[in-house]
């Protein structure tokens, strides 16, 4: 059974495009998260999907950055205008179910780079 | 924030067991402890979790101490490809996974 895949692995944009990273979950998982990691910083969450609705979205840094996951399931992430401070590895993962005891698995993540 | 805390690094031998603590005071009752690692660049890995008993798997065992405010994953044979930030992580009700800094375990030959 395939993971959780993402595209690209590596990205190298400059200040002011855009980019759309994208998440495919493992199959069946209903639940789909975004994180990212930027420079020097801990994993931070972004947001959550139900299928295709947001569930929580109150990691979303500002309005640049718009999830998408219309069918309820590959997800895709756009950064539009990125900035230097969005460089960092964004994370995609998934879950069967939502609750205290279900496990998520993560993607191998997109490398961002704004120069 | 995080509910967890670690220490920042843990130096293992080869082939002896890897013990890993982690503090957890403030738990809930009904809050699951999760272990995941994160090797070189790669994405979070789920290693194993639970609630009150000792759990095992393919990986790794998890203590759990009776009053749950704290716990140890144990990697019992450790191999050089171990090496890795090992996060600890309280999952709380209504909040997805929050990561802090993790163990830094190496390894060593």
């Known amino acids: 059974e395939a993971g959780v895949t993402q595209f690209p692995s590596h990205s190298v944009i400059e200040k002011g495009q855009t980019v759309t990273l994208r998440c495919d979950p493992i199959?069946?998982?209903?639940?789909l998260y975004w994180y990212r990691r930027v420079m020097g910083k801990e994993i931070k969450f972004l947001l959550h999907?139900?299928?295709?609705?947001?569930?929580?979205e109150s990691g979303m840094p500002n309005n640049r950055f718009l999830a998408e996951r219309t069918g309820g399931t590959y997800s895709t992430l756009k950064v539009q205008p990125a900035e230097l401070e969005d460089s960092g590895v964004y994370f995609c993962?998934?879950?069967?179910?939502?609750?205290?005891?279900?496990?998520?698995?993560f993607g191998q993540g997109t490398r961002l780079t704004v120069v | 924030d995080a509910k967890t805390t670690q220490p920042p690094s843990m130096d293992c031998a080869e082939g002896r067991a890897a013990n890993l603590p982690c503090n957890h005071s403030?738990?809930?009752?009904?809050?699951?402890v999760y272990w995941y690692r994160q090797i070189h660049s790669q994405g979070p890995q789920y290693i194993i979790h639970?609630?009150?008993n000792n759990e095992t798997n393919e990986m790794a065992s998890l203590i759990i101490t009776e009053d749950r405010k704290s716990s140890t994953l144990i990697l019992p044979h450790a191999t050089l490809r171990d090496t890795a930030v090992y996060y600890c992580?309280?999952?709380?009700?209504?909040?997805?996974?929050?990561f802090g800094p993790g163990t830094r375990l190496s390894v060593l030959p």
């Open positions: 993962a998934s879950s069967q179910d939502y609750g205290l005891n279900t496990e998520a698995f």
């Open positions: 199959s069946g998982h209903d639940n």
């Open positions: 999907f139900v299928k295709e609705s947001k569930q929580d």
């Open positions: 403030t738990i809930s009752g009904n809050e699951y």
């Open positions: 639970g609630l009150k």
């Open positions: 992580i309280v999952k709380t009700d209504g909040q997805n996974f929050v």
